[in-house]
Nanobody, 116 residues
Framework: QVQLVESGGGLVQAGGSLRLSCAAS????????VGWYRQAPGKPRELVES???????AYVDSVKGRFSISRDNVNNTVYLQMNSLKPEDTAVYYC??????????WGQGTQVTISS
């Protein structure tokens, strides 16, 4: 059974930073692109940033220059460094494979709350 475990969220003031981690069991992230997603209350889940096996990245415009994704292919872990956080970044953050047809069961996510 594949498991995704996100961690690192919390409550920070606007302008602060957080580093999220996502640990995948087994080979869930081996040889496949991975993404960080987020879901704010009342909004659909959105892809925030993604990273390929070769470490090419793509991101949504709203996090440009502030968020940075990275991965540890040996330990099946993905990270999201978030700087200059804004209240609109408040959401539950999740990780999963990038391709929706290859998603594994979602983890519990990690809550990020940014106060103004």
């Amino acid at each position: 059974q594949v498991q995704l475990v996100e961690s690192g969220g919390g409550l920070v003031q606007a302008g602060g930073s957080l580093r999220l981690s996502c640990a995948a069991s087994g080979s869930a992230f081996s040889n496949i692109a991975v993404g960080w997603y987020r879901q704010a209350p009342g909004k659909p889940r959105e892809l925030v940033e993604s990273i390929t096996v070769g470490r090419s990245t793509a991101y949504v415009d709203s996090v440009k220059g502030r968020f940075s994704i990275s991965r540890d292919n040996v330990n099946n872990t993905v990270y999201l460094q978030m700087n200059s956080l804004k209240p609109e970044d408040t959401a539950v953050y999740y990780c999963n494979r990038l391709a929706s047809m290859r998603w594994v069961p979602w983890g519990q996510g990690t809550q990020v709350t940014i106060s103004s």
